[in-house]
């Protein structure tokens, strides 16, 4: 095998392809047939009947990471007939828009039935040359805006998707290679609704384990526990605030982990971009992380000033910057005050205290040791936090399965494609 066919063979195949011809390279316009969308219909609606009406916007539902399978415009067989509107028929087909803000978020779906688009999208409809799960995943990995022409809006046209030249093996191998990209992704899609169900059951418990507003009471309760909770002030609990070292942090450094405000989320950390502090740096003790550490972000975005989050992990392994404050409670179980700090009406004290411009704002501890709330007995705090730090890291247990998932088709997709 020559030089130029080694590079049109993918780095892994599956054994029964391994002697198989090298990949064909081809436009996509030789392959398929390239569509326009139309205009928005008229009123009209075709109800459940009718035909789906497919809008660039249908292309940002979290439900429809691969395929279009729920509509919410139909058109009836009569208005298509009156506008004399041409259907895409049922030949399997990939939908992505092709003008503007959405065109740059290179979204692609595929479609299994027939459909009309608006005029901000396009189809893409395969012929039999291509198995449609290979299609799609080849597909995936295509940046479409990469082709577009830039002028008052980006935009795409059908001349350039079918100048768009591809690599592709015989159809059977295509076919295996499709399979084995759709069983990962429906594990990927399984894994992402165990998560949503996750999320969507903690939404849930904090609506009803938390009083609701005018009451004293949680709807919600485990067994043993039937008293009134009581009302505080922040300051009632607090009993000290310390701020973090000024001392810089870096990403080439190679000394201690260094917390800043981006670190912090409402209840929880994010830890995928860290900094660290110079290897012999000075650290005070009072500026490392303890366990059971409840942080607050004094300085941010308007928006998300005041976040806070009770740190969970081990102690002394981090430190945090001045932008950070730490509160050390009495009478107030830290892991508990993590999740009601984070509750609707918190949040909203909160930013009623926040100083600054929509870009630069600041909350001063200072300023809120007024915000109120109901708590409590410890011991029910403390059951309180236990469940909703267990549903946490279930949910992050969850959440590292997909991350893996993920990374392990990328892995794939590099190896398995030319």
Partial sequence: ????????????????????????????????????????????????????FYKVSDMNSPQNKIKMTVSNNYVSEKQIQ???WHIIS???SLIFAKIGAALTLDRKRLVEHPFLIDNNTMAYSLSNVWNKYFAITLFQNIY????????????????????????????????QIGSFFNQLDTLITLQQRKLNKLNNLKKSYLAEMFPAEGERKPKRRFAGFTDDWEQRELGDNLKSIHTGTSLLGSDSNLGMPLL???????????????????????????????????????RN??????????WTGTSDNYAFNSNIARFTFKGIDTVFFNYLYNTESMIKQIHS????????????PRDIVSISYLIPKLTEQKKIGCFFNQLDNLITLHQRKIDKLKKLKDAYLNEMFV
């Avoid at 195949?13 to 081809?26: S, V």
């Avoid at 929880?268 to 971009?273: G, M, P, T």
């Fill in 1 to 52: 095998m020559s030089n130029l066919e080694k590079r049109k063979v993918p780095k892994r195949r599956f054994k029964e392809f391994e002697n198989a011809p090298a990949w064909e390279q081809h436009k996509l316009g030789d392959l398929g047939e390239i569509k326009s969308g139309i205009g928005f219909p008229e009123n009209e609606q075709g109800g459940k009947n009718g035909i789906p």
């Fill in 260 to 298: 800043k405000m981006g670190n912090i989320n409402r209840g929880y950390f994010s830890l995928n971009k860290i900094e660290f502090l110079r290897k012999d740096a000075n650290i005070d003790n009072l500026d490392l992380v303890k366990k059971g550490d409840f942080l607050f972000n004094t």
């Fill in 90 to 92: 049922y030949i399997p």
């Fill in 301 to 310: 975005t308007l928006e998300l000033v005041g976040k806070g989050a009770t």
């Fill in 353 to 364: 205290r926040a100083t600054g411009t929509t870009s630069v704002a600041a909350v001063y």
């Fill in 82 to 84: 009156n506008k004399k």
């Fill in 144 to 175: 479409l805006p990469k082709y577009m022409q830039v002028g008052a809006l980006p935009s795409l046209g059908g001349t350039d998707i079918k100048m768009i030249k591809v690599l592709i093996p015989q159809i059977e191998e295509q076919k």
